[in-house]
Structures are given as C-alpha cells and as structure tokens.
C-alpha cells in the first residue's frame, strides 16, 4: 500500500524556520495537503493543493512541492506552532487516501 | 452551524461488531464525499474509508477492508461505519470527516467517538 514518509519530529527555536518534509512516489501527481494536530484535538488544515493556505491559516505557514517531496514551512515559529503535522495525499488512482507519518514539532 | 457529530463508540470484545453515526449540518450533505479518519493512542492519523457524494463508490484503507463498511443515508445528513470481526487494534478514535471544498478552501472535522475493543 502507498506511505508518505515525514520525519518524526522537528525542533525550532522561536521566530526561526521550521520545515517539515513528506516523501510519496505519487507525489508529483497528486496534490499534498498538510493538517495541525493539537493534542486531543480534531486536526486543522494549514496548507491546501500543495501550496494554498486557507482563510485564517497565519501567513508564517506556507507549501511547496517539488517531485516526490512536498515540504510544509513555518517562518518565525511561535509557541503556539508547537504540535503534530500530518501530510495527506492520495495514491495513483486517486482512490486510496493516505497520511504521513506525523512530524511532531517543538518549539524551544 | 457547520458541523459534524460523531456518536456511537464504546468498549467491545474482539471479534463483535458496531456502527458508528456522524450527524451534519449547516452544509448540503449530499453534495460532498466523506470519510472516516481513525488515530489509534498515541499514534498518527491513518485514513479509514471514504464513500462518494450520492454513495455510488466506496474505498477502503487495506486494514479494514472486509470488515469495515462505509455507508450514508443522505435523507437523514448521516454518515456510517459498520465495523465487524473487531480487533484490539481498531482501538481508536474515530473521525468524520467531509471532503475538502475547493470553492470554501475547507474541509471539516468532527470531535472524533472512542472505540475500545477489548476482552
């Protein structure tokens, strides 16, 4: 079955960048979209079709894809940044939706 | 108000079965495709199923498939999961979700139904 690779987790100190990578064969096919997890919290999505961000979404969040790797960046990370991203794609078919792994970033 | 209502979840033994419900409102239901979403403590997301807008198609994650069914009654604005041969490691939290809107740059989430299987 499809995977998407993210590493486990990224560290930032705040107002630096933080980017977090998602590896998938389909990826230069199919659009990557990436959520915000909060612990016990429904997930939020920051970026949209690669590189769209959603009303609302802080303008520190942007996306990029190149190939087989979609990247999410957060410029000038803020305490609040701090909890777990996932990408999410489709496989080939377009039918079998995928996460990633999750990264879990901390901001310290 | 736009929002989607998990219910339905609870302990089992391995090996029985439930259905979970995911109520919406605030948006036209039967125009948008659904899926469920589950995250098992302390681990990632992994998408579940997804069932078209009018229920025409179905597919499923490669856990599940054979056990689980996604269904959805759009008179009523609700979602199903008919999960049966229940394993410990369908022990999650279970989401619903619509499929993300280009037009409205959204997709929306409910609170998620804890489902525990276990002796």
């Known amino acids: 079955s499809y995977e998407l690779t993210q590493p486990p987790s990224v560290s930032v100190s705040p107002g630096q960048t933080a980017r977090i990578t998602c590896s998938g064969d389909?990826?230069?096919?199919?659009?990557a979209f990436w959520y915000q997890q909060q612990s016990g919290q429904a997930p939020v999505l920051v970026i949209y079709?690669?590189?769209k961000r959603p009303s609302g979404i802080p303008e520190r969040f942007s996306g990029s894809s190149s190939g087989t790797m979609a990247t999410l960046t957060i410029s000038g990370a803020q305490e609040e940044d701090e909890a777990d991203y996932y990408c999410?794609?489709?496989?080939?078919?377009?039918?079998?939706?995928?996460f990633g792994s999750g990264t879990k970033v901390t901001v310290l | 108000q736009v929002q989607l209502v998990e219910s339905g979840g609870g302990v089992v033994q391995p090996g029985r079965s439930l259905r979970l419900s995911c109520t919406a409102s605030?948006?036209?239901?039967?125009?948008?495709?659904m899926h469920w979403v589950r995250q098992a403590p302390g681990k990632g997301l992994e998408w579940v199923a997804v069932?078209?807008?009018?229920?025409?198609?179905?597919y499923y994650a490669d856990s599940v498939k054979g056990r689980f069914t996604i269904s959805r009654d759009n008179s009523k604005n609700t979602l199903f999961l008919q999960m049966n041969s229940l394993r410990a490691e369908d022990t999650a939290v279970y989401f619903c979700?619509?499929?993300?809107?280009?037009?409205?740059?959204?997709?929306?989430w409910g609170q998620g139904t804890m489902v525990t299987v276990s002796s």
């Open positions: 605030g948006f036209t239901f039967n125009t948008y495709g």
């Open positions: 389909a990826l230069p096919k199919k659009f």
């Open positions: 079709e690669d590189n």
């Open positions: 999410y794609s489709t496989d080939s078919s377009g039918n079998h939706k995928v």
């Open positions: 979700a619509r499929d993300f809107a280009p037009a409205d740059e959204s997709d929306i």
């Open positions: 069932i078209w807008y009018d229920g025409s198609n179905k």
